[in-house]
């Protein structure tokens, strides 16, 4: 069972910035970062491919950014100019299918392993 840690989060104020890190062991696998804020469902945001191809949701296009570090085995999901609305709890998964140059994928149903959660606060 793979299990990824994610850290990072915190408390941060309108247009203020934080970097999230996601841990994963035996690398190489399409990662995608999820949120889920009170009441609503788990959404994708973003999403890396194993060749570093990426996707994200237009709400956040423009402010944040997935990357990888394959020597650390870690996922990154800087987010710049947070708002109020980016206010969730934010989860790391990895997908254990996929071929080299498929496309990352956005829904939830599509990953097999997750991490635990961080929560992301934005308020002023």
């Known amino acids: 069972q793979l299990q990824l840690v994610e850290s990072g989060g915190g408390l941060v104020q309108p247009g203020g910035s934080l970097r999230l890190s996601c841990a994963v062991p035996g690398f190489n696998f399409p990662i995608g970062w999820f949120r889920q804020a009170p009441g609503k469902e788990r959404e994708g945001v973003s999403c890396?491919?194993?060749?570093?191809?990426?996707n994200s949701a237009e709400s956040v296009k423009g402010r944040f950014t997935i990357s990888r570090n394959n020597a650390r085995n870690t996922a990154y999901l800087q987010m710049n100019n947070l708002k109020p609305e980016d206010t969730a709890v934010y989860y790391c998964?990895?997908?254990?299918?996929?071929?080299?140059?498929?496309?990352?994928?956005?829904?939830?149903?599509?990953?097999?392993?997750w991490g635990q959660g961080t929560q992301v606060t934005v308020s002023s």
């Open positions: 998964a990895a997908r254990s299918s996929g071929g080299l140059f498929s496309d990352c994928r956005m829904e939830a149903v599509d990953y097999d392993y």
């Open positions: 890396i491919n194993r060749i570093d191809r990426t």
